[in-house]
Nanobody
Framework: VQLQAFGGGLVQPGGSLRLSCAIS????????ADWYRQAPGKQRVLVAH?????STTYADFVKGRFTISRDGNTVYLQMNSLKPEDTAVYYC??????????????WGQGTEVTVSS
């Protein structure tokens, strides 16, 4: 199973970006998916989570600004009203069933988001 994240870049404060995470490989089903971020010198933290049923949860620091969604095997993170403190490398993560009885936790390679004027 491979996760490929893309869509990062440089954006001005108040701007928007949409990150995508394409999940490929031997997939029976995707149980859940997350976006994490890691700012320079800080630990990786959970940003948003989506279940197989479409339920979502968000970190307090992005509530009302970010939206996680999924379409098939691609997971998105729509980021609006970006702030300089949102600058980080964003990683996607997914719990994937490769067979009915076997699951694994997989990470993408990260995509960098810089919010600066």
């Amino acid at each position: 199973v491979q996760l490929q994240a893309f869509g990062g870049g440089l954006v001005q404060p108040g701007g928007s970006l949409r990150l995508s995470c394409a999940i490929s490989g031997s997939i029976f089903s995707i149980n859940a998916a997350d976006w994490y971020r890691q700012a320079p010198g800080k630990q990786r933290v959970l940003v948003a989570h989506i279940t197989n049923g479409g339920s979502t949860t968000y970190a307090d620091f992005v509530k009302g600004r970010f939206t996680i969604s999924r379409d098939g095997n691609t997971v998105y993170l729509q980021m609006n009203s970006l702030k300089p403190e949102d600058t980080a490398v964003y990683y996607c993560n997914a719990v994937v069933l490769t067979t009915m009885f076997r699951s694994g936790n997989y990470w993408g390679q990260g995509t960098e988001v810089t919010v600066s004027s």
